[in-house]
Each structure stands twice: as structure tokens, then as C-alpha cells.
């Protein structure tokens, strides 16, 4: 079974530097896609960035961007330029594309404060 | 496109009381997902609709849960007999594919007393 491993429970960065959140999965598919979302307290869980795994190309948008390592089974995501409002858990989520199910696994969570 | 509205955004039951909660998702969108959030964890999967069938269900959905889609629109989770394990964050979600995410909803938190 496929597993998604954050380890970093929280994390804390300046306004206007760059942080990284670390993200592990473990599966024996070579077909998925990967997910960055973001939950702001109290408020509904957004899509920040996405990554096909066929594809080497590390994917961006904007401020975030991530290190996409397949051999590695690691999936980590850049915010650069924190802002204030950047604060909230992230959850790196893995979908399958091979074993016919729909669901996407989800890790535990990185709650990212960023200071002022 | 008024995004995934969930209803109630807060339920409190007694224990051994039925519940039912309402998901409207994008009205384009053919998948539908259900997922159970607890505090610290992440979402973790119990269902999910394309269209109006009910295509995979997760060992977390026991017999005192359902769910339904009628003519794959809304969708309605219902928990029979309530327990306190049940509370928790119940999250919709939709999807018109599977490789652009999902679109969640606010969600419905359920504290069983």
C-alpha cells in the first residue's frame, strides 16, 4: 500500500524568505500524480501545485515550486518570498494512476507559521 | 461557479443519533469525493461518485455510514447511530478529472456528545 510521510510537524520562516516542507512517499507504481495543498485555519483546503510523475520537469506556480526526486520517492515544496498569508497546514497527497482506485492518500500535515 | 458548498458547516449530536450532511459540488464536475479529517491528521478517503455511481468505499465506511448521488449531482453522507469516534471534519470534494485535484469544500465538523 502506498504511504505519504511528512515529517516535519512544523516549520517557521521570516516574511519574505524561503522555506522548504519535506514530503516522502513510498509505492512501486511508476504512474501518479502528486499534490501540494494548502488548509488555511478555519478555512476549505486549496490546491497549491501539482506534479505528474512522468514528468522530470520540477512544476512551478509563482511563489511555490517543488524538487520532484522519483528515484528518491521525494516530493518537496519551495515557497519563496513567504507572505503572511502563506500561513496554514500543507498536505502533500499522492493519486495512483495503475490500481484502479480514485482516492488520494494524504500525510499528516506541515503547519507553517511565518513570523514578521 | 460557486465552488463545493457543504451544509451544515457544524453539527453537535447526541451519541446514538442519526446525522446527515450535504455536499453540492461544481456543477460540471462528475466526481465526487467524501473524506474524514481528525485533528492533526491528514483527510483520509471513504468514498467516492462518478456521476451517479458509487464507485469505491473505504474500510473506514462502516455499515453505519452511507452515502448517495442521486442523479450525480448532490451528494448526502448519512451516519446512523452515532458514536464519538465519529467526530470529526467530514470533507467534500470534486473533480471534473483526475489530474487537476480536487476542489474541497469547507467541510462539516461533527462533535458527537
Known amino acids: 500500500a502506498q504511504t505519504v510521510t511528512q515529517s516535519q510537524p512544523e516549520m517557521s520562516v521570516q516574511e519574505a524568505e524561503t522555506v522548504t516542507l519535506s514530503c516522502t512517499y513510498d509505492t512501486s507504481e511508476s504512474d501518479y500524480y502528486l499534490f501540494w495543498y494548502k488548509q488555511p485555519p478555519s478555512r476549505q483546503m486549496i490546491l497549491v501545485i501539482r506534479q505528474e510523475a512522468y514528468k522530470q520537469q520540477n512544476a512551478t506556480e509563482n511563489r511555490f515550486s517543488v524538487n520532484f526526486q522519483k528515484a528518491a520517492k521525494s516530493f518537496s515544496l519551495k515557497i519563496s518570498d513567504s507572505q503572511l498569508g502563506d500561513a496554514a497546514m500543507y498536505f502533500c497527497a499522492y493519486r495512483t494512476l495503475t490500481s484502479g482506485t480514485y482516492k488520494y492518500i494524504f500525510g499528516t500535515g506541515t503547519r507553517l507559521k511565518v513570523l514578521a | 461557479d460557486t465552488g463545493v458548498s457543504q451544509n451544515p458547516r457544524h453539527k453537535i449530536t447526541k451519541r446514538g443519533q442519526n446525522v446527515t450532511f450535504r455536499c453540492d459540488p461544481i456543477s460540471e464536475h462528475n466526481r465526487l469525493y467524501w473524506y474524514r479529517q481528525t485533528l492533526g491528521q491528514g483527510p483520509e478517503f471513504l468514498t467516492y461518485?462518478?456521476?451517479?455511481?458509487?464507485?469505491?468505499k473505504s474500510r473506514l465506511l462502516s455499515d453505519r455510514f452511507s452515502a448517495e448521488r442521486p442523479k450525480g449531482s448532490f451528494s448526502t453522507l448519512e451516519i446512523q447511530r452515532t458514536e464519538q469516534g465519529d467526530s470529526a471534519m467530514y470533507l467534500c470534494a470534486s473533480s471534473l478529472g483526475q489530474a487537476k485535484g480536487y476542489t474541497f469544500g469547507s467541510g462539516t465538523r461533527l462533535t458527537v456528545v
Open positions: 461518485f462518478q456521476n451517479e455511481a458509487q464507485l469505491e
